[in-house]
């Protein structure tokens, strides 16, 4: 194109050359960038993203296995089984719940799997009246892990009841019934999910990894993947598991239920599973522990070396700050709610590396919107 | 020749005829566009809250079917400019809503808008619908082959400013030795075919910004120069479809391409609307419907103004060439680094010239229990609003007091806001743009330096001083 117009920038580009000239040693710095983005979107499509669905495909199919183990013969070893699968199905999320992009965008993954705190009145009158159909707005609390949650953990005091109230109960059918309805539904999200991805479905790595979508400009696959990232640790990770249970967005009222896993009393499990599986995003590191080229390397490679070790310094502080909380994080919010706040606070800085720095520096535009600029 | 010549001497009415055509089209096809995305409804009916101008807070959206109707009669007041239809109600008409649309929201600010608004304006001047439009085959009487020059060479004039202006702006060190932000941005299309790998190399960047200061600050020139017009204007078409390309900045390049025009001349413009004559009397006898236009002959009036009219718009133009050199060079009364604290920022064509981000937190405290906690921003604002308000010290500060309104709504009396706004400029690590310890809900609005600003701390003497990192 700038052939075309020869006569006039000549000049320009005679001047800019010379300029250029004599402006070596910043070229040689900022360096004509080297980095290979595609292998960067290749090793988290391939080693990253895609794992991430199928092991929670996987997770859900055990979940499915043992829930009808549970309700052929619900005892208390049977509920156990169920229990620690649906935290084994749960932890699986906290790896994928990062990538609500692309298909898991078309199908409301997040929302769907893991809208909290669950209602749980809502809930109960679905399982009495028998009539309610999965996957509407007025049942986005009502269903997925949380409702899982709650039928599994909160529905008794001991885990002797809760078996009582599945296998003696009045409603025992009608709790079974929900019980698997809810697991078909997350299941079904999750197949769609993971096939969309799938190179033998549709194939969405594909997409993901062409070239078309290799830029940075918006909604370009390292557009969608930062916009993702980055809106998943504001809102759903650090407001989500520690914000707004410790108060910090309802003018400092508490709200110990609005914890993830606030019946089985493991959210703080989940929140660091979450925290750890964004630091490995960010290192390059695969599900398996494989170590190829990541945002870090991608940083490096634009100068920013420094960037990227404070993010890494910052996030290892804060998943100390999280490991220092205790279980159940909603009795820890009760009791001391202070330290909990502190651990907020880490996180918080994270969001401007994450969101301010970190996005300036690749080109990335955080655009929820879609806008003319000038 | 002097001024006469360019200020009185009867010229072509072709070049202002067609101009006003152009600018009615591309109108046309920006008011259509944007209601197709849906913006009307995304930018205007949305929102909970609009960051307005000060001094224009009576400027308020019209809800969802008055905001619907304003683009229609902004979209018709269009067509009315391009067929020269009832013109100067059109004109009028167009250059109200438009603006009206404009001063409702800060946020959305572009200076391709405020380019619209201000060739509106000056179009509502001058007599570009008494030649080749639908007005002069109503009524043949306001026909006129030629029209005062001045009338042509204040569009002329006020490209030139635009063009100007912009590079001036250009100007600055981090634009000219550190390529910045095109060093940022054009990366972003590496992907595109051809130039693509191209835009990888910093070198690129480089050679990029210094072509375009060089083609801002120069290009009117060698558009007014004839035996350099024809290149110059094939590079207009370059460098503009090559940002269309690479930017995401919708209708401007587009506008730019077509208002250039004015620069060719008579003959040029006399040879374009013979064409579309020709085009629309095939139209007509398809038609069969014998118009006048078929066998235009022109008559050869000349448009004269009577004594008390040229005075009055003597004074208008005066004024409004004043205002269009003296606005954009306003940032010289204000202390710090303008791209930092942007007062005296907008409405001076500064196009492009960084990559701003931020991220704002606003604490607030209860005075009354002692409570404090945090902000959801995106409860208030749409993510484009956000996005703006956090690198925009003036739009922090508007936003807090609207927490503050919104608070006292809620029974709150009495609490302190404050902005923790951390904001990165052209790829530099993020600092507080903000006093952290500033409670702004006490601070107030208006043109008056901001002693909340925290001064940039890189460049805090001068506009042009060093930049470096």
């Known amino acids: 194109m700038i052939s075309h117009i020869r006569p006039i920038l000549t000049v320009a580009l005679l001047g800019s050359l010379v300029f250029l000239g004599s402006c070596k040693s910043d070229s040689i710095n900022g360096g004509e960038n080297n980095f290979d983005r595609a292998a960067m979107l290749s090793n988290y499509g391939n080693n990253t993203i895609l794992p991430a669905y199928l092991n929670l495909q996987d997770a859900t199919v055990s979940l499915e296995t043992s829930a009808d183990a549970f309700i052929e013969d619900p005892t208390e070893s049977t509920l156990s089984i169920l229990q620690s699968d649906l935290k084994a199905a749960r932890l699986a999320w906290q790896e994928a719940n990062i990538f609500q992009f692309g298909p898991a965008e078309s199908v409301t993954l997040r929302a769907s799997l893991n809208t909290y705190p669950a209602d749980t009145s809502q809930i109960k009158s679905n399982i009495e009246s028998g009539d309610y159909t999965l996957g509407t707005i007025e049942n986005r609390a009502a269903v997925g892990f949380p409702a899982l949650d709650f039928l599994l953990h909160g529905i008794g005091e001991s885990n002797q009841e809760i078996v009582s109230i599945y296998s003696e109960g009045e409603l025992a059918a009608s709790f079974q019934a929900y019980l698997q309805d809810n697991i078909t539904f997350i299941k079904q999200k999750v197949d769609d999910t993971a096939t969309e991805w799938s190179a033998d479905g549709g194939n969405y790595l594909a997409t993901f990894l062409s070239e078309e979508n290799a830029g940075t400009d918006v909604g370009s696959s390292l557009g969608m993947l930062i916009n993702a990232t980055v809106l998943h640790y504001e809102r759903f990770f650090r407001d989500g598991k520690i914000g707004i249970p410790a108060g910090v967005r309802s003018a400092g009222v508490r709200r110990p239920v609005a914890t993830e896993a606030h019946f089985g009393g493991y959210s703080l499990e989940l929140a660091l599973a979450n925290l750890e599986a964004i630091q490995r995003l960010f290192k390059g590191a695969g599900i398996d522990g494989s170590q190829d080229v990541g945002l870090e390397e991608n940083l490096e490679a634009l100068d920013a070396a420094e960037l990227s070790t404070e993010i890494n310094t910052e996030i290892d502080q804060a998943v100390t700050a999280l490991e220092e909380l205790n279980d159940p994080l909603s009795g820890q919010i009760e009791s001391d709610n202070e330290p909990v706040l502190n651990t907020f606070k880490e996180l918080q800085d994270i969001v401007r590396l994450l969101k301010v720095d970190m996005t300036s520096v690749l080109g990335v535009t955080i655009t929820y919107q879609d806008n003319d600029g000038d | ?469």
Not at chain 2, 5 to 24: D, N
Not at chain 2, 341 to 366: C, D, I, P, Q
Request: hydrophobic content about 45%; aromatic content about 16%.
């Open chain 2, 1 to 469: 020749m002097g001024m006469k010549e360019y200020l009185t001497s009867q010229k072509s009415a072709a070049p202002l005829a067609m101009f006003r055509v152009l600018f009615g089209f591309i109108m046309v096809v920006s008011i259509i566009r944007f209601a197709l995305n849906g913006w009307i409804y995304e930018l205007y009916v949305k929102p909970d809250f609009f960051f307005t101008y000060y001094g224009f807070e009576w400027v308020t959206p019209l809800g969802e079917v008055g905001m619907y109707l304003l683009f229609l009669v902004m979209g018709l007041a269009a067509v009315g400019i391009m067929l020269g239809y009832y013109y100067r109600v059109a004109a009028v008409l167009f250059f109200l809503a438009f603006s009206y649309v404009e001063l409702i929201d800060k946020t959305n600010y572009l200076n391709h808008y405020y380019f619209v608004s201000i060739i509106s304006f000056l179009l509502i001047i001058v007599p570009a619908h008494r030649y080749f439009s639908l007005d002069v085959m109503r009524r043949s009487d306001l026909e006129v082959s030629t029209v005062p020059s001045w009338t042509i060479n204040i569009l002329k004039l006020q490209l030139g400013l635009v063009y100007f202006y912009a590079g001036l702006a250009k100007l600055n060190p981090d634009w000219l030795f550190n390529a910045m932000p095109l060093k940022l941005w054009l990366p972003a299309n590496a992907h595109l075919p051809l130039i693509g790998p191209l835009l990888e190399y910093t070198s690129t960047a480089y050679l990029f910004s210094w072509t375009g200061a060089f083609y801002d600050l120069f290009i009117v020139f060698f558009l007014l120069y004839k035996p350099t017009r024809k290149f110059a204007y094939v590079a207009v078409i370059a460098f503009h479809l090559m940002t269309s390309a690479l930017f995401q900045i919708g209708m401007f390049p587009y506008i730019m391409i077509l208002c250039t025009l004015i620069y060719f001349s008579e003959e040029f413009h006399e040879q374009c609307i013979a064409k579309l004559r020709e085009l629309w009397s095939k139209v007509a006898i398809w038609k069969s419907e014998v118009t006048g236009t078929s066998q235009h002959t022109s008559k050869k009036r000349s448009l004269t103004l009577s004594k008390s009219a040229s005075t009055i718009l003597t004074v208008v133009l005066v004024l409004h060439f004043l205002l269009q050199v003296l606005v954009p060079l306003r940032f010289a009364l204000y202390p710090g680094n303008l791209f930092w604290t942007e007062e005296g920022y907008r409405f001076s064509w500064r196009v492009m010239l960084m990559e701003k981000a931020g991220y704002a937190t606003f604490h607030v405290r209860n005075s009354e229990t002692g409570k404090s906690w945090e902000v959801s921003n995106w409860e208030h604002l749409t993510p484009n609003q956000e996005k703006m308000m956090s690198t925009q010290p003036d739009m922090i500060l508007q936003f807090a007091h609207h927490l503050e309104d919104k608070y006292k709504q809620q029974g709150l009396e009495d609490v302190e806001i404050k902005a923790e706004a951390y904001v990165t400029l052209n790829g530099r690590r993020s600092r507080l743009m903000i006093d952290p310890e500033v409670d702004l809900t006490e601070e107030s609005r208006g043109f008056e330096h901001k002693e909340w600003i925290l001064p940039y701390p890189d460049n805090q003497k001068s506009w042009l001083g060093s930049n470096s990192r």
